[in-house]
């Protein structure tokens, strides 16, 4: 016959109860581990995206700088002078798009944008999931890169908003000596008729990431 030992005790409750709270302890150390990597991965890729959006516009506008804007390329002429002809006469107020640039502003704050064409657009496909082309039919190509930087980042295409504190913002700055030809700004050492830099701000993740990238867009040489 097999003997019993007495001294062989199984396992109280207590130490059953001990051993389940140690256990559950390290998944919810596991589970919190998991749930940064995920916001963190997140983070990331967000900041990746808006690195390469703010260099997208950045190209935009150094490779479109010295187009008219708001004409037809094909009807377009620059004489002697730099003055924008059309059929042989001048445009009045006709600018390149540097100097549009310089006179306004793209902005766009919040998230009042949306995201997909079946949201606003009653063209969209009926799955209500294709988004919407960000290429427009503007007769120039400057109209058409603000109308593809309305789509991908005014319309919170790409870039996730959380709040009014994620700004996508794009300016201009014309800078020179003179205050005739700079209004805005000037600056003693600049003797070029508009030396032209610009800046792109886009704050991420509640406004508590930000980018920014400041680039010369153009420079017109004085004669």
């Known amino acids: 016959m097999i003997k019993k030992s007495k001294k062989n005790l199984g396992l109280t409750i207590i130490e059953a109860l001990v051993s389940t709270v140690i256990v559950g302890i390290g998944f919810i150390a596991v589970f919190q581990m998991t749930n940064f990597s995920v916001r963190s991965i997140d983070t990331s890729s967000e900041r990746t995206k808006a690195n390469y959006l703010v260099s997208m516009m950045a190209e935009d506008?150094?490779?479109?700088?010295?187009?008219?804007?708001?004409?037809?390329?094909?009807?377009?002429?620059?004489?002697?002078?730099?003055?924008?002809?059309?059929?042989?006469?001048?445009?009045?107020?006709?600018?390149?798009?540097a100097d549009h640039l310089a006179g306004q502003e793209f902005l766009s704050v919040g998230c009042d944008g949306?995201?997909?064409?079946?949201?606003?657009?009653?063209?969209?496909?009926?799955?209500?999931?294709?988004?919407?082309?960000i290429y427009s039919d503007k007769i120039d190509g400057p109209s058409n890169k603000e109308e593809k930087w309305n789509a991908v980042i005014a319309n919170n295409r790409y870039l996730k908003c959380k709040s009014d504190?994620?700004?996508?913002?794009?300016?201009?700055?014309?800078?020179?000596?003179?205050g005739s030809v700079c209004p805005g700004y000037q600056d003693a050492s600049i003797f070029d008729d508009g030396l032209y830099i610009g800046r792109i701000q886009v704050n991420l993740n509640n406004g508590k990431k930000r980018k920014y990238l400041y680039f010369q867009a153009h420079s017109n040489v004085r004669k």
């Open 114 to 133: 949306p995201a997909l064409a079946a949201d606003t657009d009653p063209d969209a496909p009926a799955d209500g999931g294709v988004p919407k082309s």
């Open 61 to 97: 506008v150094i490779s479109h700088r010295k187009q008219v804007y708001g004409i037809d390329p094909e009807k377009a002429a620059v004489d002697l002078e730099g003055k924008i002809m059309v059929d042989g006469a001048e445009v009045a107020g006709a600018k390149y798009f």
């Open 165 to 178: 504190k994620d700004i996508k913002k794009l300016k201009v700055y014309k800078i020179c000596k003179w």
